[in-house]
């Protein structure tokens, strides 16, 4: 069973409304393993970054304006099928079309203010727990 692991940030409306705790208890209840974990303001380099598939859309700045409200938390998840796993306890991007049980569908309230970021593909994750996570900053335990 090959283990894998993904980036997650709680995004600011998790931050300020606290619900960052209930939040990872849910993902510590489906088993999946903390292996990093760190708390960063979102700059404007690693933003435009981190969403350059969204940086020409008109809801850019919109989103570039929430995601630096709070800092956000970022986690480095593992578990088997994660990818998978964290979408189904994600629910969709809009929070509006998640069914209730999933997180978006208790906690979201629509497209933009939906809780958490979750790469959506292993490539991505590699990619993104790189961006997030220095050498040395995700531990094998
Ligand atoms: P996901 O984060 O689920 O992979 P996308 O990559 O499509 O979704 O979009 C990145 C982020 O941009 C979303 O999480 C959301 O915060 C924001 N976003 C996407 N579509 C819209 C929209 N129509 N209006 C406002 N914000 C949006």
Do not use: W
């Not at 933003?47 to 598939?53: F, I, N, T, V």
């Not at 570039?64 to 970022?74: D, E, H, S």
């Not at 088997?80 to 509006?96: H, M």
């Amino acid at each position: 069973m090959s283990q894998e692991t993904t980036l997650i940030l709680f995004k600011p409306d998790a931050v300020s409304k606290a619900m960052v705790g209930q939040v990872l208890a849910r993902f510590e209840g489906a088993g999946l393993k903390i292996r990093g974990v760190k708390m960063l303001r979102f700059g404007d380099e690693l933003l435009r970054e981190h969403y350059a598939h969204i940086a020409s859309k008109p809801f850019f700045p919109e989103v570039q304006a929430f995601m630096q409200r709070t800092p956000v938390i970022a986690l480095a998840l593992e578990g088997e099928n994660v990818v998978a796993r964290i979408r189904d306890l994600l629910g969709p991007t809009d929070s509006k079309k998640a069914a209730k049980g999933t997180i978006r569908g208790d906690l979201g309230v629509d497209v933009m203010v939906n809780v958490c970021h979750a790469s959506d593909s292993l490539e991505a994750a590699a990619v993104e727990l790189n961006r997030f996570f220095a050498p040395g900053e995700m531990f094998d335990y």
